[in-house]
């Protein structure tokens, strides 16, 4: 016998709560450390149940709450792979032009004891730096780690 939708949201909903802040917790059954529901034998990922409740789709990859709370499975908060992708590259188009070129520059010459520059602040920096100078040397400059910089020159390097 096949396990509808309906009899999947009905278990959901009875194993969870919904916060006055909007979240819902989990409050049923884990395997392995991973929340599940059961409809008689059959088990679903609470994760992935309460995307497809929201998106009528099943998901792409790992599905993770898009609210940043860990703990919470409110359906409408659920996010899989190409969501996430798609966002952070709204985010990363929307903050693109936001360069401080004075950290930008006081950076590259030291002047900052703790950097923390935006990933667009760090491009400029390893595009403005001398090609001659050492990975691991631009690293400490700009609070990176020598991995990073050499990723950052690649991706220039590459038309």
């Known amino acids: 016998m096949s396990v509808t939708m309906q009899e999947w949201q009905a278990a959901f909903l009875a194993r969870s709560r919904r916060t006055r802040d909007g979240h819902r917790l989990w409050h049923g059954a884990y395997t392995g450390g991973i929340p599940v529901v059961f409809v008689g034998k059959a088990r ?4 992935r149940l309460a995307f497809e409740l929201a998106h009528d789709r099943p998901p792409v990859g790992n599905v993770k709450a898009g609210c ?14 190409p969501m996430r992708e798609a966002r952070r590259a709204e985010e990363g188009a929307a903050s693109a032009h936001l360069v401080d070129e004075t950290a930008v520059e006081l950076a590259l010459k030291g002047a900052l004891p ?13 595009a403005a730096a001398p090609s001659t100078m050492p990975d691991g040397k631009l690293a400490r400059l700009l609070g990176v780690r020598p991995h990073t910089v050499a990723k950052l020159r690649a ?3 590459t038309p």
Request: charged share 40%; hydrophobic share 30%; with cysteine.
């Open 44 to 47: 679903r990922s609470v994760g």
């Open 68 to 81: 940043g709370r860990r703990d919470c499975f409110e359906p409408g908060h659920m996010a899989d792979r």
């Open 114 to 126: 703790a950097p923390r520059l935006n990933p667009a602040e760090k491009r400029a920096a390893v």
């Open 155 to 157: 991706e220039e390097a």
